[in-house]
């Protein structure tokens, strides 16, 4: 599948998601897309950048590129943008790194990442659009919720949960069974040891709400 990646930052998500695509035959990264102006009719990594994402429909036909790749690490913006690729009639393939562990009994959604080294083991469930970066473990029956984003050397112990649009620091940890609501933000090296409501963040060991601990 001939493929647009959109996202052309090259010290950011581009080149991790790039090296993935080359790693075998099964996709072919085509050409960049960027809401950033002066990129339009750059060369990023050996690819032009065709312009904004919402307005290369007609280049993107014309090269024959059926899928896209959201590569951008924050939340919101990749749902977004993937809803406009989505409206070009692009499919959204998910995104495995060869030294990637994805247990036959887990589940992992359209459009999602698996960076080196992820484990996802039996009964766990990654959700639509959801970045698992580098060395992070989603251990059993854990279920990740969509568009999320977990960074690297995370580990969500079993039976853990998070809901939509989370965003888990570097080296945090989630106990067996706890729940992180919706638009939450956990710190990076943060272990979280209780229910976490949506839209807070919560920082420290063990983690508590970022205004709090500024009081302390």
Same mark, same amino acid.
């Given at each position: 599948m001939k493929l647009l990646i959109v996202g052309a930052r090259t010290d950011g998500q581009a080149h991790v998601?790039?090296?993935?695509?080359?790693?075998?035959?099964?996709h072919q990264a085509v050409a960049f897309a960027d809401e950033t102006p002066e990129l339009?009719?750059?060369?990023?990594?050996?690819?032009?950048?065709?312009?904004?994402p919402a307005e290369v429909a007609e280049q993107v036909a014309e090269l024959g590129i059926t899928g896209a790749f959201i590569a951008v690490g924050a939340?919101?913006?990749?749902?977004?943008? &993937?809803?406009?690729?989505? &409206?070009?009639?692009?499919?959204?393939?998910?995104?495995?790194?060869?030294?990637a562990y994805l247990s036959p009994e887990a589940k992992i959604g359209e459009g999602a990442f698996l960076g080196a080294g992820v484990q996802v083991l039996p009964g766990?469930?990654?959700?639509?659009?959801?970045?698992?970066?580098?060395?992070?473990?989603?251990?059993?029956?854990?279920?990740?919720?969509y568009c999320n984003t977990i960074g690297p050397?995370?580990?969500?112990?079993?039976?853990?949960?998070?809901?939509?649009?989370?965003?888990?620091g570097a080296g945090c940890t989630l106990l067996p069974e706890v729940k992180v609501g919706?638009?939450?933000?956990?710190?990076?090296?943060?272990?979280?040891t209780h229910n976490v409501p949506p839209d807070?963040?919560?920082?420290?060991?063990?983690?508590?709400?970022?205004?709090c601990g500024s009081r302390q």
């Open positions: 998601v790039l090296e993935v695509i080359q790693s075998d035959d099964t339009k009719g750059q060369q990023v990594l050996g690819r032009p950048v065709l312009g904004d939340p919101q913006p990749r749902a977004r943008l &993937a809803k406009i690729c989505q &409206a070009m009639g692009l499919s959204l393939p998910t995104l495995i790194h060869p030294t766990a469930s990654v959700g639509d659009l959801c970045r698992v970066n580098a060395g992070t473990i989603v251990s059993h029956h854990v279920r990740v919720g050397n995370a580990t969500l112990a079993g039976r853990s949960s998070t809901e939509s649009f989370v965003f888990l919706a638009r939450t933000t956990v710190g990076a090296g943060a272990v979280v807070l963040t919560v920082v420290g060991v063990p983690a508590r709400p970022l205004d």
